[in-house]
């Protein structure tokens, strides 16, 4: 199994639901990664989790809540959001960290 | 802090042709360097990447990369294209920050291929 899956492929949400994204790994990766990417923009890193810890987080609004929690698993936890924050959001995860290798294919979100 | 300018925003070859995607990048140590590639509406495949040792670097799908330290490059070719090879391709550069590698993307470039 060399894959990361995410769910779910889309998600709508209002200014004033609470959501989660979540990704799932069975590689053995200690390394866990959030992205997100606009529209024809590159990834922005968000979160990276090592050894179920969060190890970097890129100043992230606290809207936007990650918990890792087990070796596999890796969530983002959604509050209050805004238009803007309309986005893929990708998961990844290595062997350790060093660098994503294996990308999910991403949750499209929408926020109204 | 790092970064990572690749200057071709759009590249068209024609299937068959060969292919070089230019990347460069600014760190003052070594850097680790990867490629990866996404289609659209799609998450990112990683191509290759170089931490250390040999500067040719092998990846799948046929590519290759080379380390330039002197010129701060690390470009991606392919010696001959197909069709399905049309995509965005990011360039990334992996700095340490406490402890850890935080990795910056480029801008990409799209690559379109034609019969």
């Known amino acids: 199994d060399t894959e990361v899956t995410q769910t779910p492929k889309h998600l709508v949400m209002g200014m004033t639901n609470k959501k989660s994204l979540k990704c799932e790994q069975h590689m053995g990766h200690r390394a866990m990664y959030w992205y997100k990417q606009k529209a024809k923009k590159p990834p922005e890193l968000m979160f990276v989790?090592?050894?179920?810890?969060?190890?970097i987080n890129e100043s992230v609004p606290s809207r936007f809540s990650p918990e890792c929690p087990n070796s596999s698993l890796l969530n983002l936890h959604l509050h209050a959001l805004q238009p803007e924050d309309s986005a893929l959001y990708l998961c990844?995860?290595?062997?350790?960290?060093?660098?994503?290798?294996?990308f999910g294919p991403g949750t499209r979100l929408t926020v109204l | 802090a790092q970064s990572v300018t690749q200057p071709d925003i759009h590249i068209t070859v024609s299937e068959g042709a060969s292919l070089e995607l230019r990347c460069n990048y600014s760190y003052g140590a070594t850097p680790y360097l990867f490629w990866y590639v996404q289609s659209p509406g799609q998450g990112l495949q990683l191509l290759l990447k170089?931490?250390?040792?040999?500067?040719l670097v092998q990846g799948i799908k046929g590519f290759e990369a080379e380390f330039k330290r002197s010129q701060s490059s690390f470009n991606l070719r392919k010696p001959s294209v197909h069709w399905s090879d049309a995509a965005e391709y990011f360039c990334a550069v992996g700095a340490a920050s406490g402890g850890y590698q935080k990795v910056t993307f480029g801008t990409g470039t799209k690559l379109q291929v034609i019969p």
């Open positions: 990844a995860s290595s062997l350790k960290v060093g660098g994503a290798e294996f």
């Open positions: 989790y090592s050894y179920e810890k969060l190890s």
């Open positions: 170089y931490f250390s040792g040999d500067t």
